[in-house]
């Protein structure tokens, strides 16, 4: 799918074969703006977590021509103020960050949640002093709502910011 006139990505669905990408994504620097790495056991059931969601979706990210894994991306059900809405969430390996890549693959997931229906909207909560991940809301199309306080993990609250996007825009 190519989501920029760059890059292309496709989303591969999560499989079992995926968790030394979470491994991957588990360091201070990676964790930094999310309470910080977790342990062996919260990884493992993460993966658990990831190859069972009945409602939602996780994905491997990778680079369209080469193959190569950048990173993953995801959504699943999360109780907001509007009710039942999906929310989205994604990591970038170091080596292929500043490239774009998440705004590329957000897109095409909203895409592929905007197919496969459900909720109105679909919303991202990044930490408010991490510009990066600001930066791709805004460049994937997501609009900023404000800022609450949400907590991720369990037991570690953020001051996020709540970004959305509509999936049923010709709908009232």
């Known amino acids: 799918m190519d989501h920029s006139g760059g890059e292309r990505v ?9 968790f030394w990408l979470l491994e991957r994504a588990n360091t201070p620097e990676m964790t930094a703006h999310l309470g910080g790495p977790e342990s ?53 390996l170091p080596e292929f960050q500043g490239r774009g890549l998440a705004a590329v693959a957000a897109r095409a997931l909203v895409e592929a949640v905007r197919e496969a229906g459900g909720h109105r909207s679909l919303h991202a909560y990044p930490s408010a002093d991490h510009p990066a991940s600001n930066g791709v809301c805004r460049r994937a199309g997501f609009t900023l709502r404000g800022q609450l306080d949400f907590e991720y993990p369990k037991g570690h609250w953020l001051r996020s910011n709540d ?9 009232p």
Do not use: C, F, N
């Open 10 to 18: 496709r989303l591969v669905p999560w499989a079992q074969g995926d």
């Open 40 to 92: 062996p056991e919260k990884l493992a059931d993460r993966h658990r977590r990831y190859l069972a969601l009945d409602a939602g979706r996780m994905y491997r990210v990778e680079l369209e021509g080469t193959g190569e894994t950048v990173g993953s991306i995801g959504y699943w059900e999360h109780e907001g103020e509007d009710g039942t809405v999906w929310e989205t969430g994604w990591a970038v």
């Open 163 to 171: 970004w959305a996007v509509d999936l049923r825009p010709d709908e």
